[in-house]
């Protein structure tokens, strides 16, 4: 089964309401989605063009390449249609795969009983050709194979990336109320930020958004920090594609930029985990970190965007500070950040009336499953203008 030759379904999938930004990803690298939904982007392509989308994409979840798509209205059905598939030229029987599901369907009552279905349909095709059985379990560092099966209608896909892409891999201590990575990436492109000009993170907490505007401005993609994918563990992989695709996103990152980016947060023990996760990203000498008042943040002359993720109110902090502390913000910008675009992430609407600044811009996200808004001020100088170019 030359899967790593052959031209499939792929389905790249990501948290809802980022298929907009990973649309933008896919097109860049000059892929064409045959079609774009809340949580994902379709479109055709080999396993081997699965590596250079796992290496490049930074708002993506999972990359899965179809198998087979067949009928299937109950569990046995399932397991006859899978038992099929040659699956002694996918996995090694010396191998570990893991099974993961979406599935909808009037006889199962737990995604497990398909796991299982497949699992078995899986081992027993190959124990009939090797007579060995592969070891499987929940890791999803192996061969991972993934079922979608909704009524009667199944898709049966490699997962190649295995273990998510949403998580870049750098951020070795969370910090408080961490926001994801893929989720950090696509507001700052939701931005229009142009890569070029000042990027300011006051309240910056563990620096993810610091972090990954460093690493949008130097091309440095998330392949760079991993070494471990799905599709290694598929039968016919050649190491030296992925080295080769390795090797083109090292020559393409940039070292130095020739702008600011900032990032400050009152708490020292928050700063010097954001710190340290920028030297895993390597992107520690691009970003000037302080220990500061978010009021304090230094705010260059030379405009561009400036970016709060404060608190919700859900989980941390106190209401009513809150709405203090969101006034402030909103003063901190009309007096502080004339010239610049500002940006405030939020979960809390009531909060977010207290910036006392009327919003361009409302950009919908979510923040696991907390409905969330990127709000867009444009703080002009003076009379109102034309927003700037970069």
């Given at each position: 089964?030359?899967?790593?030759?052959?031209?499939?379904?792929?389905?790249?999938t990501?948290n809802?309401?980022?298929?907009?930004?990973?649309?933008?990803?896919?097109?860049?690298?000059?892929?064409?989605?045959?079609?774009?939904?809340?949580?994902?982007?379709?479109?055709l392509?080999?396993v081997?063009?699965?590596?250079?989308?796992?290496?490049?994409?930074?708002?993506?979840?999972?990359?899965?390449?179809?198998?087979?798509?067949?009928?299937?209205?109950?569990?046995?059905?399932?397991?006859?249609?899978?038992?099929?598939?040659?699956?002694?030229?996918?996995?090694?029987?010396?191998g570990?795969?893991?099974?993961?599901?979406?599935?909808?369907?009037?006889?199962?009552?737990?995604?497990?009983?398909?796991?299982?279905?497949?699992?078995?349909?899986?081992?027993?095709?190959?124990?009939?050709?090797?007579?060995?059985?592969?070891?499987?379990?929940?890791?999803?560092?192996?061969?991972?194979?993934?079922?979608?099966?909704q009524?009667?209608?199944?898709?049966?896909?490699?997962?190649?990336?295995?273990?998510?892409?949403?998580?870049?891999s750098?951020?070795?201590?969370?910090?408080?109320?961490?926001?994801?990575e893929?989720?950090?990436?696509?507001?700052?492109?939701?931005?229009?930020?142009?890569?070029?000009?000042?990027?300011i993170?006051?309240?910056?907490?563990?620096?993810?958004?610091?972090?990954?505007?460093?690493?949008?401005?130097?091309?440095?993609?998330?392949?760079?920090f991993?070494?471990?994918?799905?599709?290694?563990?598929?039968?016919?992989?050649?190491?030296?594609?992925?080295?080769?695709?390795?090797?083109?996103?090292?020559?393409?990152?940039?070292?130095?930029?020739?702008?600011?980016?900032?990032?400050t947060?009152?708490?020292?023990?928050?700063?010097?985990?954001?710190?340290?996760?920028?030297?895993?990203?390597?992107?520690?000498?691009?970003i000037?970190?302080?220990?500061?008042?978010?009021?304090?943040t230094?705010?260059p002359?030379?405009?561009g965007?400036?970016?709060?993720?404060?608190?919700?109110g859900?989980?941390?902090?106190?209401?009513?500070k809150?709405?203090?502390?969101?006034?402030?913000?909103?003063?901190?910008?009309?007096?502080?950040?004339?010239g610049?675009?500002?940006?405030v992430?939020?979960?809390?609407p009531?909060?977010?009336?207290?910036?006392?600044?009327?919003?361009?811009?409302?950009?919908?996200?979510?923040?696991?499953?907390?409905?969330?808004?990127?709000?867009e001020?444009?703080?002009?100088?003076?009379?109102?203008?034309?927003?700037?170019?970069?």
């Amino acid at each position: 089964m030359q899967v790593f030759h052959t031209e499939s379904k792929i389905i790249i999938t990501c948290n809802k309401r980022l298929s907009t930004y990973l649309q933008q990803e896919v097109e860049e690298l000059g892929f064409t989605p045959v079609r774009v939904f809340p949580t994902g982007v379709e479109l055709l392509g080999t396993v081997t063009d699965c590596i250079a989308l796992n290496l490049n994409l930074r708002c993506a979840s999972q990359v899965l390449y179809l198998i087979k798509s067949f009928k299937a209205d109950d569990p046995k059905q399932l397991y006859d249609n899978l038992v099929e598939i040659e699956w002694e030229k996918l996995i090694d029987f010396t191998g570990y795969f893991s099974v993961t599901s979406n599935v909808n369907n009037e006889h199962i009552l737990t995604p497990l009983f398909a796991n299982v279905k497949v699992k078995d349909a899986i081992a027993d095709r190959i124990k009939s050709v090797k007579e060995l059985r592969p070891n499987s379990g929940a890791d999803a560092n192996k061969t991972v194979i993934h079922l979608y099966w909704q009524d009667s209608e199944a898709d049966i896909f490699i997962d190649t990336s295995g273990e998510t892409l949403a998580k870049h891999s750098y951020r070795k201590i969370p910090g408080k109320a961490p926001m994801l990575e893929a989720l950090a990436t696509s507001t700052i492109m939701a931005t229009h930020w142009g890569r070029k000009s000042t990027f300011i993170n006051p309240m910056c907490g563990s620096g993810t958004l610091a972090i990954e505007a460093a690493l949008l401005a130097t091309d440095k993609c998330p392949g760079l920090f991993r070494m471990n994918y799905g599709f290694m563990h598929i039968m016919g992989y050649d190491e030296t594609v992925f080295f080769t695709e390795r090797r083109k996103l090292k020559d393409k990152a940039k070292k130095e930029t020739g702008f600011k980016i900032i990032a400050t947060d009152i708490s020292a023990d928050a700063v010097d985990i954001a710190q340290k996760n920028a030297k895993t990203a390597g992107v520690e000498h691009l970003i000037d970190f302080s220990v500061c008042d978010f009021a304090d943040t230094e705010v260059p002359e030379e405009p561009g965007v400036i970016m709060f993720n404060p608190e919700y109110g859900e989980r941390l902090g106190v209401h009513t500070k809150l709405e203090a502390t969101y006034k402030r913000i909103g003063d901190f910008m009309k007096k502080d950040c004339l010239g610049y675009r500002g940006y405030v992430f939020t979960g809390n609407p009531d909060l977010a009336k207290k910036i006392g600044l009327k919003a361009a811009r409302k950009m919908e996200f979510y923040n696991g499953k907390l409905d969330c808004r990127l709000l867009e001020y444009e703080l002009y100088e003076g009379t109102k203008r034309e927003p700037r170019e970069e």
